[in-house]
């Protein structure tokens, strides 16, 4: 099992950018997916973006492609969410996970997560 923890949240101006991150203690394999999810109140988890470990490919929901990108740290063990011309739809928590299984877009067949970190975007 890989602990997740989240950083890089927190209140912005519409328009502004936030850098999320996100560390993982324990091996995390070059066939794993790593993804950012997101949950607004009432709402479902979503999935925003994600990249595999191994060769780096990358996923992004729609509504953030362009404005959003995610990397990762094969070094560091990290991944980072780079969000940019955020709106205030973009307000939720957001969440790192880890899908042993490979790629998807699915927040059930992800097995680690992390606590989760708000962001909030004024208008």
């Known amino acids: 099992q890989v602990q997740l923890v989240e950083s890089g949240g927190g209140l912005v101006q519409a328009g502004g950018s936030l850098r999320l991150s996100c560390a993982a203690s324990?091996?995390?394999?070059?066939?794993?997916?790593m993804g950012w999810f997101r949950q607004a109140p009432g709402k479902e988890r979503e999935f925003v973006a994600g990249?595999?470990?191994?060769?780096?490919?990358?996923y992004y929901r729609d509504s953030v492609k362009g404005r959003f990108t995610i990397s990762r740290s094969t070094a560091e063990n990290t991944v980072a969410l780079q969000m940019n011309s955020l709106t205030p739809e973009d307000t939720a928590v957001y969440y790192c996970?880890?899908?042993?299984?490979?790629?998807?877009?699915?927040?059930?067949?992800?097995?680690?997560w992390g606590q989760g970190t708000q962001v909030t975007v004024s208008s």
């Open positions: 996970a880890r899908n042993r299984g490979g790629y998807s877009m699915m927040y059930s067949e992800f097995d680690d």
């Open positions: 324990g091996r995390i394999y070059s066939s794993h997916f």
């Open positions: 990249i595999r470990w191994g060769v780096g490919n990358t």
